[in-house]
């Protein structure tokens, strides 16, 4: 390597430049500062460097300024300004720009971006461990809604201050979107849950001991649960279940026919109906007497294995189901590849509901199916079980699989309530049995079987 001394000017500087043979990296020694050198690279490129002497006595360059982008009067000046630096004790630049790396990874890997990375990728908190479709949502909120705004912000220093104005603003946006202009409270519900996807980033992180303080927890902004329902009017039931009887004797229920009978299955079980179109064939127990689905905990929305005792009712309709085919699903999609949607069974019921109601207003006429949503089904059963068929509340509970109370009073209650669950369950299969009229006489299985199945 050469190791020549002169006086840095431009002049000096672009004549060495074009002198240089791009055999060897060389170095040209400044004699006005001695420790300031200009480096040629084997490819040409140019730069002013500063020697550096560290107190062990090695040696190590750090570069100033390229040649192209100032003056050797420019380089002169911050070696001269480094060299003071570092006599006044101070780190040298590169110790410095080696921290200033570090900090700035350092601060990289602190936003609310990276935490809410290593939430999603945190085992407990990815599939099977919790549902698919939770997992999906939460990466959608944060993707779309949340990171936009947080993503680059140092997580422990966002403030309560800082959710609300999110929060609001999000609630803001989505009221703008047409379909969110009938609700009672447009964008609250998207608003209520982009809060409560931050809530959960930053409980777990203090857990992991990553932060000391959630500043997401306050009570909702914004009102999104609707008022307390009416009971579903009577005849309703009946008019659905005639409704999806009839289209399943036509051409197209023969090929559509999973939502039709997942509403079926969601009057007579009633579990979820996203629940219910996720069944599997392997899930089902079919030990006569006590057949039984057993949901996986990753499929349920209390993220618990549950069980559900099957009336015979219910029975036949899902043996019905699983006799179409030979997939692993029990409502599989036209491909073959997958199940029918989450949402399938709720477009369904709409659309009979909304065709019933039309017709009835033509003839001025009033649908007692007008404004009922499907969900409602599941309502008119927590509420007869305990008002008409004589169930106890905690039952009643267990039948619809809401979260166990695990307040102290039940603690210690350690005995099994499947038994009454299946009692229960029976009970409410011989209710819908009455009042939709059109199912075989009790203990008619077969005949129930034949009724309910297409074909």
Request: hydrophobic letters at 40%.
């Amino acid at each position: 390597m050469a190791n020549n001394r002169l006086k840095l000017t431009q002049t000096n500087v672009q004549r060495l430049i074009r002198a240089h043979d791009g055999a060897k990296k060389v170095r040209h020694w400044d004699t006005e500062v001695p420790k300031l050198f200009l480096a040629i690279t084997p490819n040409g490129s140019a730069a002013y460097k500063l020697q550096i002497v560290k107190p062990d006595g090695s040696k190590t360059d750090a570069k100033l300024i390229a040649a192209n982008d100032g003056s050797p009067e420019i380089a002169r000046a911050m070696a001269m300004k480094e060299l003071g630096r570092m006599a006044l004790g101070e780190a040298d630049l590169v110790t410095r720009k080696r921290k200033t790396k570090e900090a700035a990874e350092k601060e990289k890997t602190s936003t609310f971006a990276a935490l809410a990375t290593q939430f999603m990728a945190t085992p407990e908190k990815s599939p099977p461990r919790i549902k698919q479709r939770t997992y999906d949502e939460r990466d959608r909120l944060l993707r779309v809604h949340i990171l936009p705004s947080l993503g680059e912000e140092q997580f422990r220093q966002i403030t309560r201050a800082q959710i609300r104005e999110l929060v609001r603003a999000i609630q803001a946006e989505a009221a703008k979107h047409p379909r969110a202009r009938e609700a009672s409270n447009p964008g609250a519900k998207l608003a209520n849950e982009c809060q409560g996807v931050i809530r959960a980033v930053f409980n777990w992180a203090i857990e992991e001991e990553l932060a000391d303080v959630n500043p997401a927890t306050f009570r909702k902004l914004f009102k999104d649960t609707p008022d307390k329902r009416s009971q579903m009017p009577d005849g309703a039931l009946k008019l659905m279940w005639d409704a999806l009887n009839e289209e399943l004797q036509s051409d197209e229920g023969r090929h559509g026919w999973g939502s039709a009978l997942a509403i079926m299955l969601h009057a007579l079980t009633l579990q979820r109906p996203a629940e219910i179109v996720a069944a599997r064939r392997d899930q089902f127990d079919w030990t006569h007497g006590k057949e039984l689905w057993r949901i996986p905990a990753g499929q349920t929305k209390t993220n618990e294995v549950y069980e559900v005792p099957l009336s015979p009712q219910a029975a036949a309709l899902f043996r019905g189901a699983l006799s179409k085919h030979n997939l692993p699903w029990v409502f599989p999609n036209k491909a073959g590849d997958d199940h029918i949607r989450h949402d399938g069974p709720k477009q369904r019921w709409m659309r009979i509901r909304n065709k019933l109601v039309t017709e009835a207003r033509k003839i001025d006429q009033t649908c007692p199916l007008d404004g009922v949503q499907l969900y409602d089904c599941r309502r008119l059963g927590r509420t007869l079980l305990v008002r008409e068929l004589g169930v106890s509340p905690a039952i009643a509970e267990a039948c619809i699989n809401h979260a166990p109370d695990r307040s102290m009073r039940t603690r210690y209650d350690v005995g099994e309530s499947i038994g009454d669950v299946r009692q229960a369950m029976e009970l409410w299969g011989d209710e819908v049995e009455r009042l939709v009229g059109n199912l075989s006489s009790k203990g008619g299985i077969d005949d129930a079987e034949i009724r309910l199945t297409v074909g």
